[in-house]
Antibody
């Protein structure tokens, strides 16, 4: 059974960079036709897709966040990561990592981690 | 504002059926059979309920079904049960993004 777990700082100061890591167990991130994805959910609001990184390292980001987002793979640790720069209070959200097939079939999710942007 | 439009809330009595609509455009739902639906309980991660418009993952009850007509996708839950309460999100492949979500629909079982 594939499992994903997010980790990283829970509190980030405005204008700084948010960094999260997703550790995958039960399968290799470097094999299979999978899109390793990040989704976020502001408190009390809906889901917002952030982007994905494919096992080849190719990426695709939400156009609304593209200028601030970067994703990477660490196959030696079976992890993938998200960085979001120049954060503001509007970036406060629960951040989820997920494994997708055919881009939009988000079949496995992490439990999510709340990241608060505040001074 | 979400790319896909869902009703904010729907409700139904136990044993009855409800349908949640998800309206998009020719750039997403209308052009691709890549619509998925997710159920989210408070404080939990979303759970995949339907993919590729009308397919159910292993373990999901056959009371859940999906369909699509034009630019609108629908999720139908038959034989409503109390455990079906929660928030439901539609999702589609889109030429603009490529992943867009609906704003979510809160299902209440009366």
């Amino acid at each position: 059974q594939v499992q994903l777990q997010e980790s990283g700082p829970r509190l980030v100061k405005p204008s700084q960079t948010l960094s999260l890591t997703c550790t995958v167990s039960g399968g290799s991130i470097s094999s299979g036709d999978y899109y390793w994805s990040w989704i976020r959910q502001p408190p009390g609001k809906g889901l917002e897709w952030i982007g994905y990184i494919y096992n080849s390292g190719s990426t695709y980001y939400n156009p609304s966040l593209k200028s601030r987002v970067s994703m990477s793979l660490d196959t030696s640790k079976n992890q993938f990561s998200l960085t979001l720069s120049s954060v503001t209070a509007a970036d406060t959200a629960v951040y989820y990592c997920a494994r997708a097939t055919r881009v939009v079939i988000l079949e496995y999710w992490g439990q999510g981690t709340l990241v608060t942007v505040s001074s | 504002q979400s790319a896909l439009t869902q009703p904010a809330s729907v409700s139904g009595s136990p044993g009855r059926s409800i349908t949640i609509s998800c309206t998009g455009t020719s750039g997403d739902i209308g052009s691709f059979d890549l619509v998925s639906w997710y159920q989210q309980d408070p404080g939990k991660a979303p759970k995949l309920m339907i993919y590729a418009v009308n397919k159910r993952p292993s373990g999901v009850s056959n009371r859940f079904s999906g369909s699509k007509s034009g630019n609108t996708a629908s999720l139908t839950i038959s034989g409503l049960q109390a455990e079906d309460e929660g928030e439901y999100y539609c999702c589609s492949y889109a030429t603009s993004s490529p992943v867009v979500f609906g704003g979510g629909t809160k299902l209440t079982v009366l």
